[in-house]
C-alpha cells in the first residue's frame, strides 16, 4: 500500500484517538499492518459466520451492518459506520476471537482502512486509543438495546413515524429498504404508508416519501391514537 501524506492526514483528522505516535512509526505501522479499501455502494465487505479479517476505519462513505434472517429472507439493519467511527462487529470479533456476528456493506461508495488484527490489537495498548474503542463500544450497545427495546415493545407504526422523521422533508427510498431497516415486511410498511397518506402525514412517489406533516407524524411517533 502507497500511504500518502493526504491519507494519513485524513486519517488522523477523523480518529484523532488513534495512537500518539512518532510520524515514522506511525507510518511504519500502518504500512506494515494496514490495507487500503475501496468499496462501491453495496459491496459486501464481511458477513456473518466469517472470522474478522481486521478492523476498518471509514475514511469516505458508509458502512452498513445488518443481519440476516436464519432462511435469509429478511434482513435488519443494526447500525451504520461513518468517518470517525467504529464497528463493533469488528471490534468485537478481534477482542473475543470469535466468528462474526453480522454483514457489512458499503451503504455508498467509501474508502477506508483495514488495521490488520496484530495491528489492532498492537493499538489497543495505547490508552487513549484504547478508550475510543471502548467508549464508542458502549454507544452502539445502547443503541442497540434501543432497538431492541423498539422492536420488543413498540408498535410497528410508531417505529415507522420515527424512522420518517430526521431525514429532512424528502425521503428517497423504498418500501423494501424501510422493511429491511425496521425488521419487517414490505407489504406491511406499504399498508402503513398508505394508512399515513391517506392521513395526510405523507405524500408516497416512486422511491420517495415526501413528510408533509411532520407534526402529525410525530403524534404517532409518540404513541398518540392513529386512525385515518
Known sequence: MVLTDRL???LRSQYPSLP???GATFRDDLQSGATLLNAAAGDVLFDEGMSCQGFPLVLKGE?????????????ME????????????????LLAGKELTARGAAAASSELLLLSPELFGR????????????GLFAERLADLMNLIDAIAFQRLDRRLA???????????????????ELGTVREIVTRLLNRFEAAGYVGLG?????VIDA???????SGDSFSP
Open 123 to 134: 493499538w489497543t495498548g495505547h490508552a487513549e486509543f484504547r478508550r475510543f474503542v471502548f
Open 63 to 75: 458502512i452498513c451492518v445488518s443481519r440476516c434472517s436464519a432462511d435469509g429472507a429478511r434482513t
Open 78 to 93: 443494526l447500525y451504520r459506520v461513518a468517518p470517525g467511527e467504529i464497528c463493533v462487529v469488528s471490534a468485537a470479533g
Open 8 to 10: 494519513i492526514s485524513e
Open 206 to 210: 416512486r422511491e420517495r416519501v415526501e
Open 162 to 180: 420515527q424512522h420518517l422523521l430526521g431525514h429532512g422533508q424528502v425521503l428517497r427510498t423504498t418500501h423494501q429498504a424501510l422493511a429491511d
Open 215 to 221: 407534526p402529525g407524524l410525530r403524534a404517532v411517533a
Open 20 to 22: 500518539d505516535l512518532p
